[in-house]
């Protein structure tokens, strides 16, 4: 079962009892290039096993920032992701305030999350402009591949937080 859900209650219209639906959180992690680096792998492979028992996790790697934006669009007239893309123009979030951004979205939003990490050039205006939310992981500048470790073990801290797991110790 996954730890890091939301509760959703139905009622029943014929028997009127109220039946609570526990759905996981559904996160996609996606990448734009191929992983040379097999510390980055084994340590990506590490973080996606470990966010498994808190989500619906799936790392997933694209060769373009336009095969990116297809599959993020494919559902046609709605979109069938929100997009959270890494850019160190977006907004800085303490690993709480992270904690509370998943929270928040889980429980008012039914899509998926899908975080974006560009390539080493980052991601062009066209798709910075179509994403949802835009996060900064800070003002130091990350190679690619290290941001997506970076963020594979913040989500994985955040959801700990929101589990009330002893991971976190509010460093």
Avoid at 18 to 47: F, H, M, N, R
Avoid at 61 to 87: C, I, N, Q
Avoid at 96 to 120: I, S, T, Y
Avoid at 155 to 160: E, M
Wanted: hydrophobic share 45%; glycine share 8%; net charge positive.
């Amino acid at each position: 079962m996954h730890l890091c859900a939301s509760v959703s209650l139905w009622g029943c219209g014929v028997c009127h009892r109220v039946v609570v639906l526990i759905v996981p959180v559904k996160i996609k992690v996606a990448w734009v290039g191929k992983t040379k680096d097999p510390a980055i792998q084994s340590l990506t492979a590490e973080y996606l096993k470990r966010l498994g028992f808190y989500a619906d996790v799936e790392g997933l790697a694209f060769p373009s920032e336009e095969a990116l934006l297809k599959m993020r669009d494919k559902s046609g007239a709605r979109t069938s992701y929100s997009m959270v893309l890494l850019d160190s123009r977006g907004k800085e979030l303490s690993s709480e305030e992270f904690a509370r951004f998943l929270d928040d979205h889980q429980n008012r939003n039914p899509q998926p999350l899908l975080f974006a990490v560009g390539a080493a050039n980052g991601f062009g205006p066209g798709l910075r402009r179509t994403a949802d939310f835009v996060l900064s992981l800070g003002k130091m500048t990350l190679a690619h591949e290290l941001a997506r470790i970076v963020l594979l073990e913040q989500l994985y801290r955040a959801c700990t937080i929101l589990k009330g797991h002893p991971y976190h110790l509010g460093h």
